[in-house]
C-alpha cells in the first residue's frame, strides 16, 4: 500500500513540474529562475518517488500510472489555473484515463 501511496504522490508531483513549466513561459527575471526551481524540485521528487514506487510495483504498471495521474492532474490545472477549453470530450477522455488508471491499480497484483 506504501508503494501505491508514493506513485500516487509521484503523478501528482508530475503534474506539478508540467505547472511549473507552464508558469515559466510567460515569466522574467527573477520569477522565471523561481518556477524553474519548482520545476527541477518537483521533477525530481516525482522521479524520485517514481523509483521508490516501483521497487514494488511492477513498472509496466507503476510508469502508466504515473503518467495517466500526472497527465489528468496537467490538465485539470490547465483548465483551472490556465483557462484552456474543458469541452464535453476532453472531460470524457480524461475521465477514461482515470479510470483506466484505476483499474490497472485494481488488477495489479
Do not use: N, Q
Request: some cysteine.
Amino acid at each position: 500500500m506504501y508503494a501505491w501511496v508514493l506513485l500516487i504522490v509521484a503523478g501528482l508531483f508530475e503534474s506539478g513540474f508540467a505547472f511549473c513549466l507552464g508558469k515559466m513561459r510567460d515569466a522574467v527575471g527573477a520569477a522565471w529562475w523561481l518556477w524553474g526551481a519548482g520545476f527541477l524540485v518537483s521533477l525530481t521528487l516525482s522521479m524520485t518517488l517514481l523509483a521508490r514506487a516501483a521497487r514494488k510495483i511492477p513498472v509496466g504498471t507503476a510508469y502508466p500510472v504515473w503518467t495517466g495521474i500526472g497527465a489528468a492532474g496537467t490538465v485539470i490545472l490547465g483548465i483551472v489555473c490556465f483557462h484552456e477549453p474543458a469541452s464535453f470530450l476532453r472531460l470524457f477522455f480524461i475521465g477514461t484515463l482515470i479510470f483506466s488508471v484505476i483499474g490497472l491499480k485494481v488488477v495489479s497484483h
